[in-house]
């Protein structure tokens, strides 16, 4: 059953409200006494708008001051009137000079008067005050404007600032009744601009937004038999049963909700864009400073990304995403009119997607922006992103109930991206540890892939939303062209995202047993750091109160337990023949040549990767040494394959560091054969590989003689500028821990302190200068932070207390600590 025509329900109660106050008023103030009186409708009840229990706004008018008094008594045999006739009333007594003079202490008076009706009294009295409330409203506008956006925008911060809510306010919530009434005020107050009347005419018309949301809030107050305006999942079965022409299923028909929402929501932010870009501020002067970042392809005005020409950005899918990658860069949404443009052209960007997909590099570049949440909301908002990743049509605007979650799967998989987005660029009190973990992360577009993709299956396979994500993925990522290291990466991910929260809330992590279980599931220190970072990303998300301090704590607790763990499985954990498969006619030339190496190494390399080793395993055999450089990315990557010998991981620090080279991650180990793998990325700060290929052959060259002794390390340094030494107000102390516990026959040292170049250099060679062997490496930079790890022993086993005593000092002193 279809439910009463809304506007026969607001215009039924709107004349019998006005019947039943022209009739008190006439009982009451008509005759009583001479001075003149108006009885007004104002706000909801002046434009008509009296929904079923909607309060009622009056303004009782009187010419002078000086006869307010005299309405007072029939003022409250009036009011008792409608109340007992089961009306709430909302009143206020006034004079025209009253409204007249500004009121920034109540604006609210000002907006209710925009929408003024006369109901019963003095003609000639109202007749003057309408005609002199223009020039009022001319004059305060400026003020008036200034604070009704500052109350929308309050309004719109409660909601978080989204219409995608899984219980929504119809009057209340962005998107709501509110603002077409926001749109309404404004055309009043901008009448020169059409845009508004526009807009108006969009979302009032027939089969409309305002349609749609009158049938929603009379529907909510004739159930409730009150001011309900709240959408619960209870009213959103009923009204998707009662609403339609048709009874429809409740999540299809919230969808049709959220439609209509969104577009409100749009027309509102763009008449408030225009309305505070009625100001001369600093803020222009920054707006106009930014308007320099433009490019050939697009221009910045106002805050709002433009297209310069048509079409400039629908040729192709790159073109595409490449304006979306700008927006991501800047913090920047598109201008409405690219907006309308882009929405034009879908079905050409559909099918450019569909024909010619995007390069992963085009991917990577946008996830990889500061801003990749406010571009991913952009594509959201003009379709692209479902023309480009067909799977996210199943969760667009989808509801999904319970009681924890506060936002539709769309928006809260759009939410969990901007809080890694709003990690990485500040801290607030117990983030800190979590800020240092963000920027550790050097594969910061797969774990926004990851959070992009990771509940998909919530609009395939509802019952195990996990095995519909990682399905969906597949697909994605495959279209995408993601690197198969970046594929595994991704999938990983989603399969444990709700790993580390099971873990906080369902075991006992004083208990090492946890630990081991942790490590069994997350392998390596890389998926461990993004897998956390996903889990505070996707806990923040779920509603803004769900990351309690407790919660934060315990999830740093269980990252914590898993990197000790992993940590000491570096040197005790090694690969042995059970792991490999005996009927691989290769297994047996692999097995020999990784028998005994780290198993973290088997678990962070592809089998082509291992192959390729092997090849330059043998290689070193023939020739004493196999050394390789690649370009990986933004780093260089350089590969030494040799047999055991005191110094090598200092040496190999030591020609990169001679070649004006920053070592920014690498890895050192050896198989039970006691062949070496070095593995070190680097960066070329002076770009001198790039402006010279030739330097990377004497490079290399310069690698391969250190190893065989025929070139000293010592002579290389000695040529270079020595390196910039730490200041005395250096903001991170060198600190080195020791750890004989980590470990059955090596000694764990932690080093964290400021990078400079060559100083791994000094470290490695503190480390030998002590007699010590480095068993295993692990180095990582975060910004200018050194975060390195060595199992070393001594003599074939751990240091004893003096040698600990002793080295911790030399590293000090190596890392500028005196």
């Not at 022209?22 to 003149?36: C, D, H, Q, T, V």
């Not at 000790?564 to 490999?580: G, K, N, P, V, Y």
């Not at 590969?639 to 560091?657: E, I």
Request: hydrophobic share 40%; net charge negative; glycine share 6%.
């Amino acid at each position: 059953m279809r439910e009463q025509d809304p506007y026969q329900l607001l215009r039924g109660r709107t004349e019998s409200v006005d019947s039943l106050v022209r009739s008190a008023a006439l009982e009451y103030f008509k005759g009583k006494f001479n001075p003149p009186y108006v009885m007004a409708a104002v706000g909801g009840y002046g434009r008509r708008e009296l929904f079923p229990y909607s309060d009622v706004d009056l303004l009782v008018l009187t010419a002078n001051e000086s006869d307010v008094p005299a309405f007072r008594e029939p003022l409250s045999e009036f009011l008792r009137v409608l109340w007992d006739a089961g009306l709430r009333i909302s009143h206020s007594v006034r004079t025209p000079s009253e409204c007249y003079r500004l009121h920034e202490d109540n604006i609210e008076l000002h907006i209710s008067l925009l929408d003024l009706r006369f109901i019963e009294g003095d003609e000639e009295l109202f007749r003057r005050f309408s005609q002199g409330l223009p020039e009022s409203f001319r004059r305060h506008a400026p003020v008036i404007l200034r604070h009704l956006v500052s109350l929308t925008r309050n309004r719109h911060s409660k909601y978080n600032n989204t219409p995608y809510h899984l219980e929504p306010n119809v009057k209340e919530s962005p998107g709501g009744i509110r603002d077409i009434h926001l749109l309404r005020w404004l055309s009043q107050l901008l009448p020169q601009q059409e845009f508004l009347g526009e807009s108006l005419a969009e979302l009032t018309g027939k089969d409309s937004a305002q349609d749609f949301l009158f049938a929603v809030r009379c529907f909510l107050h004739n159930s409730a038999k009150r001011d309900a305006n709240l959408l619960t999942f209870d009213m959103q079965d009923e009204a998707a049963r009662v609403l339609p022409t048709e009874p429809t299923e409740p999540e299809e028909w919230m969808r049709m909700y959220f439609k209509h929402a969104r577009r409100v929501y749009q027309c509102s932010l763009r008449a408030l864009e225009y309305a505070e870009g009625q100001d001369t501020s600093l803020l222009r002067q920054f707006r106009d400073w930014r308007n320099r970042l433009s490019t050939p392809e697009f221009t910045i005005s106002r805050e709002r990304v433009f297209l310069r020409s048509p079409g400039v950005t629908l040729r192709s899918a790159d073109a595409v995403l490449q304006l979306f990658s700008f927006a991501g860069r800047h913090g920047l949404q598109l201008s409405w009119d690219a907006q309308r443009r882009i929405r034009q052209e879908i079905r050409q960007i559909s099918e450019s997607f569909r024909k010619q997909p995007p390069s992963w590099n085009a991917w990577r570049d946008l996830f990889g922006q500061p801003h990749t949440a406010l571009a991913l909301a952009e594509m959201q908002e003009t379709g692209v992103l479902t023309a480009a990743i067909s799977p996210w049509q199943s969760i667009d605007s989808l509801v999904v109930r319970d009681f924890y979650h506060r936002y539709t799967v769309d928006e809260h998989t759009l939410v969990a991206i901007g809080v890694i987005d709003q990690l990485l660029a500040a801290t607030n009190g117990g983030q800190q540890r979590f800020h240092e973990l963000a920027l550790e992360e050097d594969q910061l577009p797969l774990l926004r892939l990851a959070l992009l993709l990771h509940d998909l299956g919530k609009g395939i396979t509802p019952g195990d939303h996990i095995q519909g994500s990682l399905s969906a993925a597949r697909q994605v990522t495959q279209i995408m062209g993601t690197p198969q290291e970046g594929q595994t990466a991704v999938l990983f991910l989603i399969e444990r995202h709700l790993d580390l929260s099971l873990i906080m809330n369902g075991r006992d992590l004083e208990d090492p047993a946890t630990a081991r279980f942790l490590t069994s599931q997350v392998p390596t220190q890389e998926d461990l750091r993004r897998l956390t970072l996903l889990t505070y990303a996707d806990i923040s998300a779920v509603n803004p109160t769900a990351m309690t301090p407790w919660r934060l704590e315990q999830l740093w607790r269980v990252y914590a337990l898993g990197l000790e763990q992993l940590t000491r499985e570096l040197a005790s954990d090694r690969i042995h023949e059970e792991l490999f498969d005996g009927n691989d006619p290769s297994s047996e030339r692999t097995l020999a040549f990784l028998d005994g190496f780290p198993k973290r190494y088997a678990r962070t390399h592809s089998r082509e990767q291992i192959e390729h080793h092997l090849q330059l395993a043998v290689q070193s055999k023939k020739e004493g040494v196999a050394v390789e450089i690649s370009q990986e990315g933004g780093v260089y990557l350089i590969t030494v394959l040799t047999h055991d010998k005191p110094g090598l991981f200092a040496s190999l620090c030591g020609v990169l560091a001679s070649f004006g080279m920053n070592i920014v991650k690498g890895e050192a180990s050896s198989n039970a054969e006691s062949c070496i793998l070095d593995l070190i990325r680097f960066t070329d700060p002076l770009y001198t590989l790039e402006l010279n290929p030739e330097e990377v052959n004497r490079l290399q060259w310069t690698v391969e003689c250190v190893v065989r002794g025929s070139v000293q390390v010592s002579d290389l340094l000695r040529r270079r500028r020595p390196a910039r030494r730490l200041a005395n107000d250096a903001t991170i102390v060198p600190c080195v821990r020791f750890n004989n516990e980590a470990s059955d026959h090596a000694t764990l040292i932690d080093f964290v302190g400021e990078d400079r170049p060559g100083l791994l250099y000094d470290l490695a060679s503190a480390i030998s200068a002590a007699g010590c062997n480095l068993e295993v490496a692990m180095i990582d930079t975060e910004a200018h932070k050194a975060i390195d790890v060595f199992y070393v022993t001594r003599n074939g086993g751990k240091l004893e207390e003096n040698e600990v005593e002793q080295l911790r000092a030399n590293l000090l002193r190596a890392a500028g600590q005196t």
